[in-house]
C-alpha cells in the first residue's frame, strides 16, 4: 500500500506536465522539491530523476509540437547538441567530482544542502523573469546573432541544466525568443524539444553511479506526461501573460520556502 506522502507526490506530477505544456518551462522546478520535501528523496538523486521525468514528458510535447510545426529544427541543431552534450559531461564527470562537504572559508556546507540552495536560487530567477518579463516581440524576424552565439547560450544553459537537474526551459525559451528571434509559441515548441534531448542524455550520465528506483520513476513521469497533454489543452483558455505571473508568484514562494528550510530550519 502507498504512503500518503507517495499519493500526494503522484498527484503533483500531473503539475509538472500541466507547466510544460503550458509555458514550455517550470517542470524541474517543481520536480525536485516534490521529490525531495514529498516524497523523501535525496537531492542528489532527485536532480537525477527529474532529468528523466521532465525529459520524458518534454519528449512527448516536443512531438506534438513537431506534427503542429510549432517547433524550429535549425535552433534545436544549433542550441540543442551543445547544450546536450554539455549536461551529459556534468552529470557523469563533473558532480560526482563535487565532495560531500564544500568548504568556504572556515564553514564546511553539505553538498545536498548547496545542491538545494543553488536550486532556490535558480527559481528565483526564473519567478523574477516570469512575474517581470522583458518585452519581446511575437513576430518572426531573420535572425540577428550568430550560430556561434546561440550555441554559447545552449553550453551556458547545459551546465545549470546538469548541475541542478533542470530542464533549464524558463532560461532556453528567453535565449530563442532574443537570441535567435523565434516567436513566442514557436520557442515553447522548440524548448521542449531541446529540454527532451538535454534531460534524457543527461540522465544516461546519471546511469552510471545513481541507484533509479525504475517502478517509482516510470508511475511519476507516466502521470506527468498525462499532465503535459492537459496542458496543452488549457492553452487555448488561459492568457499567456496572467498564467506566466501566476506560476512566477508560485515559483518564488517555493524559493523561499527551500531557502528557510535549508538554512534557517
Known amino acids: ?73 535549425k535552433a534545436v541543431l544549433l542550441f540543442g547538441i551543445p547544450s546536450l552534450i554539455t549536461v551529459y559531461l556534468t552529470r557523469a564527470y563533473l558532480l560526482p567530482l563535487v565532495p560531500d562537504f564544500i568548504n568556504i572559508g572556515n564553514i564546511a556546507i553539505n553538498k545536498n ?45 547545459g551546465l545549470l541544466a546538469g548541475t541542478v537537474g533542470a530542464g533549464g526551459g524558463f532560461l532556453i525559451i528567453p535565449a530563442l525568443v532574443l537570441f535567435a528571434n523565434i516567436p513566442m509559441k514557436k520557442a515553447i515548441g522548440t524548448s521542449l524539444c531541446i529540454i527532451a534531448i538535454q534531460s534524457l542524455i543527461g540522465f544516461l550520465g546519471d546511469l552510471k553511479h545513481t541507484p533509479i528506483d525504475w517502478e517509482l520513476l516510470l508511475t511519476f513521469s507516466a502521470i506527468s506526461i498525462i499532465g503535459i497533454f492537459i496542458g ?26 527551500i531557502i528557510i528550510k535549508e538554512v534557517f530550519i
Do not use: H, R, W
Not at 518551462?25 to 537531492?43: A, K
Open 232 to 257: 496543452i489543452a488549457l492553452t487555448k483558455f488561459i492568457p499567456d501573460n496572467n498564467l506566466k505571473k501566476g506560476f512566477g508568484y508560485f515559483v518564488l514562494t517555493m524559493a523561499i520556502y
Open 1 to 73: 500500500m502507498l504512503e500518503i506522502s507517495t499519493i500526494i507526490g503522484y498527484s503533483l506530477a500531473l503539475l509538472i506536465g500541466i507547466s510544460l505544456g503550458l509555458i514550455g518551462s517550470g517542470g524541474s522546478i517543481l520536480t525536485v522539491p516534490i521529490l525531495v520535501y514529498i516524497m523523501n528523496i535525496e537531492p542528489f538523486i532527485a536532480t537525477a530523476y527529474s532529468l528523466f521525468i521532465v525529459g520524458s514528458t518534454s519528449l512527448v510535447g516536443g512531438v506534438k509540437n513537431l506534427i503542429d510545426k510549432k517547433v524550429d529544427k
Open 113 to 157: 544542502m548547496a545542491l538545494m540552495i543553488l536550486f532556490a536560487i535558480v527559481m528565483f530567477t526564473s519567478a523574477t523573469k516570469m512575474i517581470i518579463p522583458k518585452k519581446v516581440s511575437n513576430t518572426s524576424t531573420d535572425n540577428k546573432n550568430s550560430p556561434f552565439s546561440l550555441s554559447i547560450q545552449g553550453v551556458l544553459i
